[in-house]
Nanobody, 122 residues
Framework: QVQLVESGGGLVQAGGSLRLFCPASGSIFSLDSMGWYRQAPGKQRELVAAISLNHVSTHYRDDVKDRFTISSDNAKNTVYLQMNSLKPEDTAVYYC???????????????WGQGTQVTVSS
């Protein structure tokens, strides 16, 4: 089992920044990738960004790649999402996720966090 707990969400004005945090605990020896999804009201959950924990590769959805940066600190077993130039359409619940045993973001995650709300006002 792997436990993921997100933090760092909140209310921000358009153009502002937030940094999300997600430390992993439990069977972390098996982790290969971590990432962030989001789900807005009435919409499907979508992959925002992901990173391989060996730092070889990252993935971003097109509408965030010039504004968001995903990073990880393997010593702290934590993944971060730095979100700059936020827009009202970024408003959603953001979920931390992880993949184990050579799985990555081309497959459904193995574990999810509880989510943290990000609200961007216009």
């Amino acid at each position: 089992q792997v436990q993921l707990v997100e933090s760092g969400g909140g209310l921000v004005q358009a153009g502002g920044s937030l940094r999300l945090f997600c430390p992993a605990s439990g069977s972390i020896f098996s982790l290969d990738s971590m990432g962030w999804y989001r789900q807005a009201p009435g919409k499907q959950r979508e992959l925002v960004a992901a990173i391989s924990l060996n730092h070889v590769s990252t993935h971003y959805r097109d509408d965030v790649k010039d504004r968001f940066t995903i990073s990880s600190d393997n010593a702290k077993n934590t993944v971060y999402l730095q979100m700059n130039s936020l827009k009202p359409e970024d408003t959603a619940v953001y979920y931390c996720s992880c993949w184990r045993y050579n799985r990555n973001w081309n497959q459904p995650p193995d574990y999810w966090g509880q989510g943290t709300q990000v609200t961007v006002s216009s």
